[in-house]
């Protein structure tokens, strides 16, 4: 295609040409409504204490295409919950952006509607997927893979709720013996969810044993289905998306787990794509400056001590590979001061500068 469009003064038969090849490329971009989200976009995940504003700010940096909230309560937002109140906060350099939120109570979730809308988001997304116990014993996130039904009418009500793009994230189905994911997709979408994102477990699994992209490339293949369709679960390397993209055929990967404390990993999945080939992998100056400004944008939103505490579940990502690095480790995710924290980041720079990682 390059070149194609460089004259204007052709011949009808190039210009036709020309519209073939642009109708080819608009029909390979993925759309959540109207958002132009690119070919195969790479998704941050909404991860509880995880998609924060500032390691949100990192990954969009480093090639994410869309990126979500952490998934936030509607009961605590019709409450005013000030945890729940502050995960709204969104920023203009994040677009397209989602705010997740998860209920079972469909008057709390519009309320909740309302709230959100106020925010600004791009998308709305809606947790069916979220398979920890305090959600799951009220219903709610993969609660309400037993009530199919419910899961449906809730969407629809949603949709009709809001002018913007509602969409969902879910799981495979409660188990084994109740996956119906493919119906499910088409419910979801025929009362106008714009596009779903499935995680490859059921809920009994919970993050055990390998996700199957199967089921999820069935909902693909279902010829009714026109809204995107994003795979979830595993997708740990370059490798692993691209296997997603072209065996599975899906329409873009949710990068979850492999993004914790390791920004990179967008533009490592992007530079696969390009090349075929592995970029190197960050280096110790380039880990030690994103792991301080991921410490200051934490302790400039949250505070001192939401900010260290909430941070160091990425530490250990941020520096993995490193041999002997235990001391300098429990120094990062045992202090309650910023001081030692950001002292331990030096200590890490000056004896482990010239380390080469894999």
Known sequence: MRGLFKSLNRPQRF?????????????????????????????????ED?????????????????????????EGLIRDAAKSVMKL?????????????????????????????????????????CPVKKVVSKGAGAGILKDI??????????????????TVKTRLGWDEDSIKIVEVAERLQDVGCKAISIHGRTRAQMYKGQANWA???????????????????????????????????????????????????????????????????????ERVKAAKRHLEMAIDWKGEKLGVFETRRHYTNYFKGIPNFKEHRMKMVTSDDSTAVFAAFEEVM?????????
């Open 15 to 47: 210009l036709n040409e020309e519209t073939v090849y642009l109708s080819i490329f608009a029909a390979l971009m993925a759309k959540i409504g109207t958002i132009d989200v690119g070919e195969f976009p790479l998704l941050l995940a909404p991860m």
């Open 50 to 74: 995880v998609s924060d504003p500032p390691f949100r700010a990192l990954c969009k940096e480093q090639g994410a295409d869309v990126v979500y909230t952490e998934f936030i309560s509607s």
């Open 89 to 129: 906060d969104i920023y203009e350099k994040e677009r397209p952006v989602g705010i997740q939120i998860f209920g079972a109570v469909l008057e709390s979730m519009l309320r909740s509607i309302e709230i959100v809308e106020a925010s600004g988001p791009d998308i709305i997304d809606i947790n069916f997927g």
């Open 149 to 166: 039904d419910l899961m449906v009418s809730l969407t629809d009500a949603m949709v009709k709720h809001t002018n913007l793009p509602i």
């Open 215 to 285: 089921p999820i490339a069935d909902v693909k293949n279902n010829a009714r289905m026109h809204i995107p369709v994003f795979g979830n679960g595993d997708v740990d390397s370059p490798e692993k998306a691209m296997e997603m993209r072209d065996k599975y055929g899906l329409d873009g990967a949710m990068i979850g787990r492999a993004s914790i404390g390791y920004p990179w990993f967008f533009k490592e999945v992007k530079h696969y794509f390009e090349t075929g080939t592995h970029c190197a992998s960050p280096t110790m100056e």
């Open 350 to 358: 000056q004896k482990f500068g010239d380390f080469q990682f894999v």
